[in-house]
């Protein structure tokens, strides 16, 4: 029987650098430390430590009987974690996460716990997810340098989770990239890292223009590493690092997100939606995700239908539209509207100019016809003063 020892804590102070709980986890780094984490949290609830939860396992598994109420057990045991998650102010998605981390505890050193999920709330969608369209990928492009070109189009390409975008090691691309160019190749596939969330090992492909500039990138970042290559393609990349990414290079673009949230995912959702419009199950295969395996059973040649798929797809999620992208008809339109302001501006400036002429025209007149009545005057007034008639003039002239 499964038990919840309140006063016995497993004794380890977790700071996320503690090797206790990863040991039990065999998935990329990034993986496990977020599942150990989930691991520790789950001990403390419960009282006991993964050793205790192995050896209770042990025991069980010796007779049917009691292998099937430690199945139940500890599944129910699972549903309550998640209920009290779920209590504690932790959103569905986060508890979901929660629990899958213990579960892959179990999965790695017991035995997969069925039936778990259909005892959670169902996945929630993002409310304010920004959701990305091949026209908003094309412009990112576009505006983008050298390093941000080959991570959008290799995630583009691959539609990897960024757990698993970040364990890309260096050499397998490279040896890709040098077969693809070797061999004139458009689209290069290969059967990428097993999944660490789904254990699925994905059919992966890069696309022509990852290829071309996965060849630029990598004689840049071996040439910033004096001659050598990191074992990782995106070397010193953290957790975040892929988001942080993404939303710098939509300021950079300057692409109005109006408030809503930026996430790498949602790059993956993309690729996914659009293979899945073609054929779901093959979209599942690409990108990893689970599905049905009796489904698979009719698709006599998995590898080809992958292929035949994504290059049939691939104009809907191609980044190298740029002659004819948004970007640039939007730069030629803003010339297009400065050319005519500048127009317009250029006729004011004339228009104004010839009032002015004429302007100066009235005044020159003016001047003239004054000039011409003050001379008109003087001699009149000469002409008085010699007659003896001076005194008068203003009787004539002013009266």
């Given at each position: 029987m499964l038990s919840y020892n309140k006063e016995r804590k497993y004794r380890t102070n977790y700071d996320g650098k503690s090797l206790e709980y990863r040991k039990y986890y065999s998935n990329s780094k990034a993986s496990v430390q977020k599942s150990a984490l989930d691991l520790w949290h789950y001990c403390e609830w419960i009282g006991k430590t993964p050793e205790d939860l192995i050896?209770?396992?042990?025991?069980?598994?010796?007779?049917?009987?009691?292998?099937?109420?430690?199945?139940r057990e500890t599944k129910n045991t699972l549903v309550k974690f998640y209920n009290e998650q779920k209590s504690k102010g932790y959103k569905v998605n986060m508890a979901r996460s929660v629990v899958s981390g213990v579960m892959a505890f179990y999965s790695q050193n017991c035995e997969t716990i069925k039936g778990i999920t259909r005892e959670l709330d169902p996945v929630q969608i993002p409310e304010n997810g920004f959701v990305f369209t091949q026209e908003i990928l094309r412009k990112l492009y576009y505006y983008g340098n050298l390093h941000e070109k080959t991570w959008l189009s290799c995630s583009v390409s691959l539609g990897y989770a960024s757990i698993d975008f970040l364990a890309i090691e260096t050499e397998k691309i490279r040896n890709l990239v040098k077969e693809a160019k070797d061999k004139h190749l458009d689209f290069i596939m290969f059967i990428g890292k097993s999944r660490s969330k789904t254990s699925v090992q994905p059919r992966s492909f890069l696309t022509p223009e990852a290829i071309e500039n996965l060849n630029e990138y990598l004689k840049m970042?071996?040439?910033?590493?004096?001659?050598?290559?990191?074992?990782?393609?995106?070397?010193?990349?953290?957790?975040?690092?892929?988001?942080?990414?993404?939303?710098?290079?939509?300021?950079?673009?300057?692409?109005?997100?109006?408030?809503?949230?930026?996430?790498?995912?949602?790059?993956?959702?993309?690729?996914?939606?659009?293979?899945s419009k073609m054929d779901e199950t093959i979209a599942c295969v690409i990108t990893a995700k689970k599905t049905d395996a009796s489904k698979l059973t009719y698709k006599t040649s998995l590898d080809s239908e992958c292929e035949r798929v994504f290059k049939e797809s691939y104009k809907q999620i191609a980044l190298n539209g740029d002659v004819l992208s948004k970007a640039k008809q939007e730069q030629s339109q803003e010339i297009e509207r400065l050319t005519k302001a500048l127009s317009n501006l250029e006729t004011e400036n004339y228009n104004f100019k010839t009032r002015v002429d004429y302007l100066q025209k009235d005044v020159d007149q003016l001047k003239e016809n004054y000039i011409l009545e003050k001379l008109t005057l003087d001699i009149l007034f000469r002409e008085l003063k010699n007659r003896g008639l001076a005194n008068i003039k203003s009787c004539y002239i002013f009266g």
């Amino acid at each position: 029987m499964l038990s919840y020892n309140k006063e016995r804590k497993y004794r380890t102070n977790y700071d996320g650098k503690s090797l206790e709980y990863r040991k039990y986890y065999s998935n990329s780094k990034a993986s496990v430390q977020k599942s150990a984490l989930d691991l520790w949290h789950y001990c403390e609830w419960i009282g006991k430590t993964p050793e205790d939860l192995i050896n209770e396992f042990i025991q069980a598994r010796a007779d049917f009987s009691k292998l099937q109420d430690w199945r139940r057990e500890t599944k129910n045991t699972l549903v309550k974690f998640y209920n009290e998650q779920k209590s504690k102010g932790y959103k569905v998605n986060m508890a979901r996460s929660v629990v899958s981390g213990v579960m892959a505890f179990y999965s790695q050193n017991c035995e997969t716990i069925k039936g778990i999920t259909r005892e959670l709330d169902p996945v929630q969608i993002p409310e304010n997810g920004f959701v990305f369209t091949q026209e908003i990928l094309r412009k990112l492009y576009y505006y983008g340098n050298l390093h941000e070109k080959t991570w959008l189009s290799c995630s583009v390409s691959l539609g990897y989770a960024s757990i698993d975008f970040l364990a890309i090691e260096t050499e397998k691309i490279r040896n890709l990239v040098k077969e693809a160019k070797d061999k004139h190749l458009d689209f290069i596939m290969f059967i990428g890292k097993s999944r660490s969330k789904t254990s699925v090992q994905p059919r992966s492909f890069l696309t022509p223009e990852a290829i071309e500039n996965l060849n630029e990138y990598l004689k840049m970042f071996e040439k910033q590493n004096g001659g050598k290559l990191p074992k990782l393609l995106w070397n010193g990349a953290t957790n975040d690092t892929p988001n942080d990414w993404l939303k710098a290079l939509i300021k950079k673009a300057n692409i109005d997100t109006y408030g809503k949230i930026v996430r790498f995912h949602a790059i993956r959702k993309f690729v996914y939606d659009t293979l899945s419009k073609m054929d779901e199950t093959i979209a599942c295969v690409i990108t990893a995700k689970k599905t049905d395996a009796s489904k698979l059973t009719y698709k006599t040649s998995l590898d080809s239908e992958c292929e035949r798929v994504f290059k049939e797809s691939y104009k809907q999620i191609a980044l190298n539209g740029d002659v004819l992208s948004k970007a640039k008809q939007e730069q030629s339109q803003e010339i297009e509207r400065l050319t005519k302001a500048l127009s317009n501006l250029e006729t004011e400036n004339y228009n104004f100019k010839t009032r002015v002429d004429y302007l100066q025209k009235d005044v020159d007149q003016l001047k003239e016809n004054y000039i011409l009545e003050k001379l008109t005057l003087d001699i009149l007034f000469r002409e008085l003063k010699n007659r003896g008639l001076a005194n008068i003039k203003s009787c004539y002239i002013f009266g």
